[in-house]
Structure formats: C-alpha cells, structure tokens
C-alpha cells in the first residue's frame, strides 16, 4: 500500500534482540535444512498465493466501485476515509499479510512448528496480543472527538467543519473495534502461513469487501450519513477474524500447562522483541497518512477520497505483486539465515526483485498511459462524476512512479524480519516522518501543487525510505551484487516505455475508430462498452509490446513464465 497506506545493519542484532539460549527451539534430526528442502517451490506458491489474491482484489474493487457510486467524493466518503485511518488501515498494515503480527508469528512459529510447544504458544500470542490491541480501541473510542478535529482541521465554514468532525467521529467509534481485530488476525494469517495454508489469508480480505457491498446496496437511507459504511466494515471484520479459525487449528492450540500471565513460553519473549519495533515502524509510516490527511482536508471537499481512491487502485495490482511473494519468501529468507546461507539469500532476494519488477512495471506504464480511462470505466457512475475523475487522476500521475520502489522497500525490509531485525525499518521510518513532514508542505503549499504534489511527496519518500535501507543492509549481507540486475532492470525500463507509448497512442485511435463505426453502422453501444473495448485492446497491445522486447532481448523472466505455461499446457 503507496506510502499513506504502508505497512510499511549490522553484522550482529543488536543486545535488544538476542534471543536467550532457553528461547532457542531445538531443531529436529534433519535440522532446518530439510525443513527448507520441503518447502513448497517459490514460483508455485507465488502462483498459488497470486491466484487467491487476485480474487480477493476483485472483490475488493467490486467494493470501491459501489462505494464511489454511492457517496463519490463528497464529504461522507471523506469522512469514511479519515475513519479508517484509525481502524480499517491498521487492519490491513497492522493485520494484513506482510504485516507486523504476521511477519513475527512467522518468525517465532516456523522453527517451532513441529514442536510441542507450538500450541500454547499460539493460545498465548493470541491472548496477549488482543488484550493490547483492545486497550487501544477503547482509548480510540474514548478520545474520537478530540482526535478528528487535530487530524483533519476541515475546510469552508464552521458549519461545513462541524459537520465533517461529527460525521467522523460516529463512523470512527463504530469501526474502532477493528484496532482488537488487527492483531488477531494478523496472527491468525502467520500461522496459517506457518503451516502453509494460503487460501484464507488471502482470501479474507474479499469477506470484508462483501460485507461492505451488502450494508451499501441494502442501505435504503438518503445518503447523508455513511452509517451503513462502517457497519459493513466492522462486520467485515469479524468475518475476516473467523475464516482464519481452520488455518489456526493446525497448530493444535491448547491450554495444557499454559501458564497465561506468569510465564512466557518459548518464543514469546522473541515475538515481543519483534512485535514492539516492526508495530512502531509501521506507526512511523503510517504517520505519512495523518500528514497527508491533515494537509489535504483543509484543500476542499473529496480530496482525501480521491488520494485513497488512487492509491487503492495503484494497491490492485501491486498487492497482489507483493502479498503473492512476500507471503513464501519471509519463511524462506528466515530459515536461510537461520542456516547461514547469505549467498543463497542474495540470490533469491534479486530474483524475487526482478521477477516483481518484470510484472510491476507493464502495469505502471499503463496506470501512467491510460488514467483518465481507467478511473471513468471503473469508478465515474451515480455520485462519482466527472470531477471526482480528474482529481483520481491527478493523483494518479504522481503517485504511480512509486511503485518500482515500494515493492522493492517492502521485499528488502523482509530480510531485516529475517534477521529478527524490526529496529532498522524502524529507525529510517523516524528519519523519514521529518522529510516527509517538510516535502508535502513544500509541494502542497509554497509550490500549490495541491493534490499532485501530496501524491509526489509519498513517491519521493519511498525512494528515500528504500535508499536508506539498501545502505543499511549492506553492514548486514554484504554486497547484494546489484550489478547483475542493470542489464534485466534496463531491458523491462525500456520495454515499459514502449508499453505505455503503444497502448496510449492506440487508445486513441481506437475510440475514433470506434466512434466512426459507431455513427456509420448507427449501432447502439453502452457507454461501459464504449470505454472497455478500446481499454482492453490497448492494454494487451501495450503488454504484448513489453513481452516482445522482453523475449527479444531474451530476459529470464519470460523464458520461466514460458516454461510454466507450456508445462501447464
């Protein structure tokens, strides 16, 4: 999620993170190494996991355009929208795949999960985790009206700021029970993933998407309150938290000889040595999104729809990208460093760069080529009009660049969770919350790039965030050898390039020569169809360009998809 929505070196971890002997699990005969010998291949589970997330994705895409359709960007979505700062974004960082509760649940249960002790463990992690995470959604409901109007002063009148405040505050305290949810299904989707389950961790997300579709279309209100909203989140939720339960059963919880508050069991002790600085981390990035809101609020009506609006479209593609790989590769980064094999994870650290470039940058390049096109077919119906379009849009063209470095910050941040390292994430996400601060008041304000220059301020800061963390990691693994991803990283630039021009200038002829058939034949064609045909013929004539040079140019990439294909055939 671009970095409003982000969930998100040294030799030795530091004294903080040593982990005592007595926390150490004791290997099984085969060690670790057969352990990682029985892992799944890396480009099936990519695959398999991909395949869940995609379905979870449309879902979720299904969910926004109702949602656009129904409240577009008037002052109840951006109400919404400020709300789920608080609750329903901390349930996808804090939560979510790839998050901190479900990158240590990970990490404590993989070497542990043949053991006996990995039941009370996970009874304990889940006990501990939610008496936290409810003290904080009472402390959020408790001080909502105090909250909203610090975070999002308002613009216009008194009137109009008021009612901004009140509307907010009613949907925040309803969805403030999502701050317990987070943790728990955080650790719900690690254990899964532990025991290699991925069908309900990604496909969660699609129950809270359905719940949100079901309170918007049976919402028979007038539209003046978003109510149903964050009655459809919370509920939503809750459905995310129960489909975990079969994944969590495979780890045999139990309270047998559990000693809940007076003794921590193995593991634990390294789970809240991880926890507290990834959790923090991603706070300090998460800050990024009250920066954004504060700044944006006070620009008039629909603004903040329209940067979450952007970014969720940007997160369509690259959610997929990252939770499909970021999902099986921590297991495998963990167990490599457990075992001692830097060079094997340099290498799969860049391959798992270049196959996430390979994929990431056609997309970019049409998002970039095609904006305009894409946000009407998806989005302008019912309240979401035409202006709601070109403030998408805008911030479309600056927050899309983005996307070649964040995937790359969040694949790099993973090898310091390998490392049992969250302090370091942690340290140039503080680093960053000034830069950050001073860059959006400059774009926004002195230079009035408005909208555009918020969304340009998070592409700056995730190069900044990936370049700091790439210094840093070289006191930890040495030389990643960045030198052999010039040439591939070249070929997908230029082939991306190439992408976008052909797809862009053939959009264009496409709808005349649409529009001529049309007048010439007097066929009548909905106006979804006119926008989807010449959509999609230019998006495949855009990816066929970049596969083209991309096999020309013989990049590994496309020899693997290949192969994959013609077994599969």
Not at 12 to 24: F, G, H, I, L, N
Not at 284 to 313: C, K, P
Request: proline fraction near 5%; charge should be positive.
């Amino acid at each position: 999620r671009p970095n409003w929505h982000t969930r998100d070196l040294e030799t030795r971890q530091p004294a903080a993170q040593k982990v005592d002997s007595t926390e150490a699990p004791k290997p099984a005969a085969a060690g670790n190494s057969s352990q990682l010998k029985k892992q799944p291949s890396l480009g099936k589970t990519f695959s398999l996991v991909a395949l869940f997330t995609v379905l979870s994705k449309f879902a979720g895409l299904l969910r926004d355009m109702v949602v656009a359709s129904a409240f577009g960007t008037t002052m109840i979505a951006d109400a919404y929208n400020i709300a789920t700062l608080f609750t329903g974004n901390i349930l996808v960082l804090f939560g979510g795949l790839g998050g901190p509760f479900h990158s240590s649940a990970v990490a404590v249960l993989t070497p542990r999960k043949d053991s006996g002790d990995c039941g009370r463990l996970t009874v304990q992690l889940l006990v501990w985790t939610g008496l936290i995470t409810g003290l904080l959604a009472l402390i959020v409901f408790a001080l909502a009206p105090y909250i909203v109007p610090l975070v999002a002063p308002g613009s216009g009148s008194e009137a109009e700021k008021i009612k901004l405040w009140h509307e907010t505050t009613m949907q925040l305290r309803i969805m403030s029970p999502l701050i317990l949810i987070a943790g728990l299904v955080g650790i719900g989707c690690g254990i899964s993933n532990t025991y290699n389950q991925f069908f309900w961790p990604s496909m969660a997300p699609a129950v809270a998407s359905l719940c949100i579709i079901i309170a918007c279309l049976g919402f028979k209100g007038s539209g003046e309150t978003g109510l149903c909203l964050a009655a459809g989140t919370l509920a939503g939720a809750i459905g995310q938290f129960l489909v975990q339960m079969p994944g969590m059963l495979k780890a045999h919880p139990t309270f047998r000889d559990l000693k809940l508050f007076s003794k921590m069991e193995p593991g634990m002790k390294e789970y809240l040595h991880m926890l507290w600085p990834a959790t923090i981390s991603t706070s300090i990035g998460y800050i990024y999104s009250y920066v954004d809101v504060f700044f944006t609020s006070q620009m008039g009506e629909g603004g903040w729809t329209a940067l979450v609006t952007a970014n969720r479209l940007v997160q369509l593609p690259l959610g997929v990208l990252l939770t499909a790989m970021l999902v099986p590769i921590l297991p495998r980064f963990t167990l490599q460093v457990t075992e001692g094999k830097i060079d094997d994870l340099k290498s799969e650290l860049r391959r798992a760069l270049t196959l996430l470039w390979f994929l990431a940058l056609p997309m970019s390049a049409l998002l970039l080529a095609l904006p305009q096109p894409i946000v009407q077919l998806l989005f302008q119906r019912g309240a979401f009009n035409q202006h709601s379009t070109e403030l998408v849009t805008t911030v479309l063209f600056f927050l899309v660049p983005s996307i070649f470095f964040y995937v790359a910050r969040d694949l790099v941040t993973r090898v310091f969770y390998a490392h049992k390292d969250s302090k370091t994430p942690y340290y140039v996400g503080l680093a960053a919350i000034g830069v950050k601060l001073f860059i959006t008041w400059f774009l926004a304000v002195p230079l009035a790039m408005g909208l555009g220059g918020i969304a340009l301020s998070t592409s700056i800061i995730t190069v900044f965030n990936l370049s700091l963390l790439s210094i840093l990691l070289r006191k930890k693994i040495g030389r990643l050898g960045a030198g052999k991803l010039i040439k591939p990283v070249g070929i997908m630039i230029t082939a991306a390039c190439c992408c976008g021009l052909s797809a862009g200038f053939g959009y264009g002829y496409l709808v005349q020569a649409a529009a001529a058939l049309k007048t010439s034949l007097k066929l009548p064609l909905p106006h979804l169809l006119e926008l989807a045909i010449p959509l999609g013929f230019a998006a495949g004539i855009g990816g066929l360009v970049y596969m083209a040079i991309c096999y020309l140019f013989k990049l590994d990439e496309v020899k693997q998809i290949t192969k994959r294909l013609a077994r599969r055939g």
